[in-house]
């Protein structure tokens, strides 16, 4: 069965500093991966998805992610955290078509 | 022009009742999906519905049951409430041949006393 995790449950950063938030996933193949935010009290706004072609995905608000099939991990990346920034941030797979799978969240801090 | 919204956005009764939540989607979708997310913040599907089959998480009880009046709408009816159904609830939708575009509402929040 499909599976995702996210190691980190709770990240603070400073505002200013770069962040890496990490996802690994559990399937045979390499199925669609997604990067979610969850702002307090709102639905979930889609941040980037990789389907094929360059590892590197770039998407909105400045963040990016890199898919590294050795290591089956979809990376996300932000240079500089800005204080609207802190949320939760779900990794989701899908594999093609099927239902999302969603990991269990990285929640962000971000400190003046 | 909210693309998937939701009803009421925090819904807070006595075990035992039952109750409805809204959902409507104005982006042409032809599918349409309920997770639930729990008090750790984990995210599963429930339910995905289309006009030609329901497809239902086995682990989720019958107490719980879409119902779709038209292709824009599915309400998540729950039957004898319990503690445990105490959850944010997102509806989403997505093309029948693009599942993986999915468009979420901005969750339900139920609270079970």
């Known amino acids: 069965a499909q599976s995702v995790t996210q190691p980190d449950i709770h990240i603070t950063v400073s505002e200013g500093a770069s962040l890496e938030l990490r996802c690994n996933y559990s399937y045979g193949a390499t199925p669609y991966l997604f990067w979610y935010v969850q702002s307090p009290g709102q639905g979930l706004q889609l941040l980037l998805k990789?389907?094929?072609?360059?590892?590197l995905v770039q998407g909105i608000k400045g963040f990016e992610a890199e898919f590294k099939r050795s290591q089956s991990s979809f990376n996300l990346r932000k240079p500089s955290v800005h204080w609207s920034d802190a949320a939760e941030y779900f990794c989701a797979v899908n594999n093609y078509g099927q239902n999302f799978v969603f990991g269990p969240g990285t929640r962000l801090s971000v400190l003046p | 022009d909210t693309a998937v919204s939701q009803t009421p956005k925090y819904l807070v009764t006595q075990m035992g009742n039952d109750k409805s939540i809204k959902c409507e989607q104005n982006l042409g979708h032809d599918t349409m999906y309920w997770y639930k997310q729990d008090s750790k913040k984990f995210l599963k599907i429930m339910f995905s519905?289309?006009?030609?089959?329901?497809?239902i998480n086995e682990t989720v009880p019958n107490r719980f049951s879409p119902k779709s009046p038209d292709k824009a709408h599915l309400n998540l009816h729950i039957n004898s409430l319990e503690l445990g159904d105490s959850a944010v609830y997102f509806c989403a939708s997505s093309p029948a041949d693009r599942r993986n575009e999915q468009f979420f509402g901005p969750g339900t929040r139920l609270t079970v006393l």
């Open positions: 519905y289309n006009n030609k089959e329901l497809i």
């Open positions: 990789y389907f094929s072609g360059d590892t």
